[in-house]
């Protein structure tokens, strides 16, 4: 059984940092492309930042391209998502999710809650 668990969101001030982790198992996690997705109150859910299982491409939303950075660790199964100096707009509840090679299966975690006051 796949499972994705997110933690580290928090309540921050603008202009503060947050770095979130997501942890797999269930799954041979250095074969999958990881990505962190977003949905703030009354809005879809967005793409926000992805990284590819070889750890060598990495793609980000143009809101948060400079600010966030995506990472793996392969050995630890764990996504992370380096976030710097964060805006109201970025508060929203963050998910991780994995694609399958080939993207025949995608995961989503619960989510974590991240709150940005001005």
């Known amino acids: 059984q796949v499972q994705l668990v997110e933690s580290g969101g928090a309540l921050v001030q603008a202009g503060g940092s947050l770095r979130l982790a997501c942890a797999a198992s269930?799954?041979?996690?250095?074969?999958?492309?990881m990505g962190w997705f977003r949905q703030a109150p009354g809005k879809q859910r967005e793409f926000a930042a992805a990284?590819?299982?070889?750890?060598?491409?990495?793609h980000y939303a143009d809101s948060v391209k400079g600010r966030f950075t995506i990472s793996r660790d392969n050995a630890k199964n764990t996504v992370y998502l380096q976030m710097n100096n964060l805006k109201p707009d970025d508060t929203a509840v963050y998910y991780c999710?994995?694609?399958?090679?080939?993207?025949?299966?995608?995961?989503w975690g619960q989510g974590t809650q991240v709150t940005v006051s001005s």
């Open positions: 999710n994995a694609n399958s090679p080939g993207g025949g299966h995608t995961y």
């Open positions: 269930g799954l041979t996690f250095s074969s999958y492309a």
């Open positions: 990284i590819s299982w070889s750890d060598d491409t990495s």
